[in-house]
């Protein structure tokens, strides 16, 4: 039952204490000392081979950066260079858990497999929000009277009717629809606000369209506007040229009346 699943999405939680109280065992990697491994954008059939030429130590700490064994991880390997998962599943977006749990034995090792994958993108997801709050508040302190760039991990306001949020994204990678997950349902509940996507990927009509029915957005939410989908390239630029700045997607962009506003979209007690 649990050999051959398809693939799952991952549904992200802010919570209350992500953050500062929230306990993670995480060991820092030593990268540069670690010779890099062919995943992204090479010969697949080489992951595995490279994998099993690095040292135990090494195999080790690459592993446990998702949870792993160096057991588990070799056989995330196998799977996603030497079976139809190479051709079905796109390894530079899916989690080497997810994969793990396609291919489970049993309900317990398929659960837990779920679960440290939710686990890791709850707090990758945390960082990111945290990294766009200090670098937001850091601006504003070197540069308080420029234009500012606005996160969407601030404290200094609620979202307001009238309020629009500005997402520019990659709508390929899954980063975007993780973004999106996070902030779409806080949008939801504010009557007269809404969110704007720009997909910064040039991508055609058809793909825009998927991934908004991928993202669960209803055809009454684009007919009234509450969502809208859009080719964002153009805009990203003009972005680009008003802040004098190099940004990284996916960017983050609340607008009231007119004007760039520090805005909280999550939901930590006490902000």
């Known amino acids: 039952m649990y050999k051959r699943l398809a693939p799952l999405i991952v549904l992200i939680f802010i919570c209350s204490g992500c953050f500062a109280s929230e306990k993670e065992d995480v060991q820092k990697t030593e990268y540069t000392k670690m010779p890099l491994l062919n995943v992204i ?13 690095l ?16 057991e588990q991880y070799t056989k995330y390997l196998y799977y996603i260079n030497y079976t139809p998962d190479a051709t079905t599943v796109d390894k530079n977006t899916t989690s080497p858990l997810l994969v793990l749990a396609m291919h489970a034995q049993n309900k317990a090792q398929y659960d837990g497999y779920i679960k440290q994958a939710v686990i890791i993108e709850h707090n990758e997801m945390a960082r990111f929000l945290q990294v766009q709050h200090d670098f937001t508040k850091m601006v504003h302190q070197l540069y308080p009277k420029q234009y500012p760039i606005t996160a969407s991990w601030m404290k200094t306001s609620e979202l307001q009717a009238g309020d629009v949020v500005q997402l520019f994204c990659n709508t390929h990678n899954q980063t975007c629809s993780n973004v999106l997950g996070a902030i779409l349902p806080k949008i939801r509940k504010v009557s007269g606000a809404r969110i704007d996507i720009f997909a910064v990927n040039k991508p055609t009509a058809t793909q825009i369209v998927e991934f908004g029915k991928k993202n669960k957005i209803s055809k009454k939410e684009v007919q009234s506007k509450k969502v809208t989908l859009n080719f964002g390239d153009k805009a990203f630029n003009l972005l ?31 902000a």
């Not at 090479?42 to 030429?53: L, P, V």
């Not at 090494?58 to 792993?68: F, R, S, V």
């Open 41 to 53: 954008g090479g010969n697949k059939k080489d992951d595995f081979t490279q994998f099993q030429n």
């Open 240 to 270: 680009e040229g008003e802040t004098h700045k190099k940004l990284s997607l996916p960017f983050i962009v609340v607008r009231r009346n007119g004007k760039e506003v520090a805005v909280n979209l999550g939901d930590r007690h006490g």
């Open 55 to 70: 040292t135990a130590k090494q195999k080790h700490t690459m592993a446990k950066e998702w949870g792993l064994s160096p």
